[in-house]
């Protein structure tokens, strides 16, 4: 059996433990914060490959979470929704959309399903069953063994990676007043994306800057222009707003094997997107299967 510490307990480290305990590995999760502290929990976490690169790598990880958050949201895994999508069109048809499942187009805007995960219920999902050790690592060869390096932001100074940079990224959470349609128009970064009881208002993407100073200009700004597409919104009692710092990386993600190291950070706003399809390639990494 192959011992595996995987070092990072967002979206794409328990993704990738999980992965790998199924093939059979022997897996330990190293993780320095807890799970409402990373910026997964921040996260729309609504399955779109949004500011990635037309990238096959980037539509092959995506086509593989698409399908299996189909199949978990079938199965009833906890926080996994399946919603009707309209994303306003302003551009050509999204090089991703080869990825969503059945997409149509309709005066303006595409419509497909698009997977959804509520993330406290749904991190809690994956870490269950797993060893989790709450410490900070301060060097990747620390570590004995095969060694996945799922820290986000942090590897840029755990992996020496100058190309990783944060993009600020702030939400507004309101109650649901009945919304079951998630809205996107990229061109204007607005969002709609409605839970089970709550509905995510979005959004801002600053790239490059890496501060999480609460700012309510910004947070009543996202609010208006939601209300703006969606006058139902006008009277939902907000119920909070937050900001995280998505871990974007010039070039797109970097998922390679390094000796006994594979790298799998630097998702932007895209990490839940390809969660699946990149622990796919870590397992098959880690464990030489080909
Ligand atoms: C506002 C906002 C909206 C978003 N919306 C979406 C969306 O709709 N769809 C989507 O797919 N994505 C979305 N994202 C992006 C998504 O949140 C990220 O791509 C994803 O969370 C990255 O996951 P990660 O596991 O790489 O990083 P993180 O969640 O940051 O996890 C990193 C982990 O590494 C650990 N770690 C770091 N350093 C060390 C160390 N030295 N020792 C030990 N452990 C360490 C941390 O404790 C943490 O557990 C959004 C992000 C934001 C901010």
Excluded: K
């Amino acid at each position: 059996m192959t011992d595996v510490t995987v070092v990072g307990g967002g979206v794409i480290g328990l993704t990738a433990a999980r992965r790998l305990r199924e093939a059979g590995a022997r897996v330990t999760v190293i993780a320095a914060d807890p799970p409402e502290e990373t910026v997964s929990t921040v996260a729309a976490a609504v399955w779109y490959p949004t500011h990635q690169e037309a990238d096959p790598r980037v539509l092959r990880w995506s086509a593989t979470a698409y399908e299996e958050f189909t199949r978990q949201a079938r199965d009833g895994v906890p926080g996994v929704l399946l919603r009707r999508t309209r994303m306003l069109l302003r551009a050509p048809l999204p090089w991703w959309t080869a990825a969503a499942g059945d997409v149509t187009t309709v005066a303006g805007e595409i419509r497909f399903i698009a997977p959804l995960v509520e993330m406290s219920p749904y991190l809690d999902w994956l870490a269950r069953g797993l060893t989790i050790e709450r410490r900070r690592i301060s060097a990747l060869d620390e570590l004995d063994g095969i060694v996945v390096n799922a820290t986000g932001l942090a590897a840029r100074e755990l992996a020496g990676d100058d190309a990783v940079e944060p993009a600020r990224g702030h939400v507004v959470l309101v109650e649901n007043p009945g919304l079951d349609t998630s809205i996107r128009d990229e061109s204007r970064s607005l969002y709609i994306h409605p839970r089970s009881r709550d509905v995510v208002l979005g959004g801002t993407f600053e790239q490059g800057r890496g501060d999480v100073t609460p700012d309510p200009a910004e947070a009543a700004a996202i609010r208006d222009r939601c209300i703006e597409a969606e006058p139902s919104l006008r009277d939902a009692p907000v119920i909070g707003s937050r900001i995280g710092l998505r871990p974007t990386r010039r070039g797109g993600p970097r998922l390679e094997r390094a000796g006994n190291v594979i790298h799998c950070y630097g998702h932007g706003g895209a990490g839940m997107t390809m969660s699946w399809g990149c622990a796919e390639e870590v397992t098959a990494l880690a464990l030489r299967i080909s």
